[in-house]
């Protein structure tokens, strides 16, 4: 399905962007996988590609830092020769009430979450123009489209991501590059592992599939967006979420 598709994701030595980085060599892309602290886990997921036939290498950068971002993009073109797809993952949260949100917390989410896929995007549209055609994808949140008590800055950013994603896409558009998200309900990983237990079983009382989703249900949808079948589909946010909103 990415067969000779070269794809960066952001945010891949855990989580979500891991097994997006997986699911996607699995179907035959080469994979930069971005990660920020974790050399060791990055690494792992390379190995764990070359293991399957694959072609896979990590890059350091913090994708709220332009600089980082720079260089990110010229080391991943430098290895492959071109980037197809885009994949926007990296993500934090540092959730508080607003009357104790402190203008840090609220600085440091939108830095990473809504500045990083922009400065990422940018970096990206501009190898894809020259390629004539891309797939950029943005890993959203049903926070963003619902709103979250005690995640103002979060949701702000998600949604913010869905503007951005949507804005792209008419620029970009008449030059064969689709700009889509996808925006996940609740899904188990070290992000959600966070949370209380009440909060857990009050999100899954609001499924109708009756379980939290895998990292797998993620990546399979962003897999068909970055895919040739998804060829008519941009400035759209897929929501995976079991039925949640
Ligand atoms: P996670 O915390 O397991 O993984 C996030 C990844 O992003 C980590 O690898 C982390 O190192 C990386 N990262 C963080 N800041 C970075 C930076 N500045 N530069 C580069 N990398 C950075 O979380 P996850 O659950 O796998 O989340 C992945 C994405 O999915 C996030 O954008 C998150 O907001 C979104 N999401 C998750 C859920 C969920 O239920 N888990 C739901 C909706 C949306």
Do not use: W
């Not at 609220?106 to 004539?132: E, S, Y």
């Amino acid at each position: 399905m990415l067969r000779d598709k070269v794809a960066l994701v952001t945010g891949a030595s855990r989580g979500i962007g891991r097994q997006i980085a997986l699911t996607f060599a699995g179907y035959g892309a080469s994979v930069i996988v971005n990660y920020n602290g974790s050399k060791e886990r990055a690494q792992e997921v390379v190995e764990m590609i070359t293991a399957m036939g694959g072609k896979a290498v990590a890059v350091q950068a913090d994708v709220a830092s332009a600089e980082d971002v720079g260089r990110l993009f010229e080391e991943a073109h430098t290895a492959f020769g071109r980037i197809d797809i885009l994949v926007n993952n990296a993500g934090i949260t540092r959730d508080n009430l607003i009357l104790k949100m402190s203008e840090e917390e609220f600085d440091t989410v939108l830095d990473t979450n809504l500045k990083g896929a922009f400065l990422c995007m940018k970096h990206a549209a501009k190898i894809m123009l020259r390629q004539k055609g891309g797939r950029i994808i943005n890993i959203s949140s049903i926070s963003g489209i619902a709103g979250n008590a005690g995640q103002a800055n979060y949701c702000a950013a998600k949604a913010g991501l869905i503007g951005l994603t949507k804005s792209l896409a008419k620029e970009l558009g008449s030059r064969g590059i689709t700009v889509n998200a996808v925006a996940p309900g609740l899904i188990e990983t070290d992000m959600t592992q966070k949370l209380p237990e009440q909060v857990k079983e009050g999100m899954l009382a609001q499924i109708p599939l009756k379980r939290a989703g895998s990292v797998k249900d993620i990546a399979e949808a962003a897999a068909f967006l970055a895919s040739d079948r998804a060829a008519y589909i941009t400035g759209q946010t897929l929501q995976v979420n079991g039925g949640m909103a």
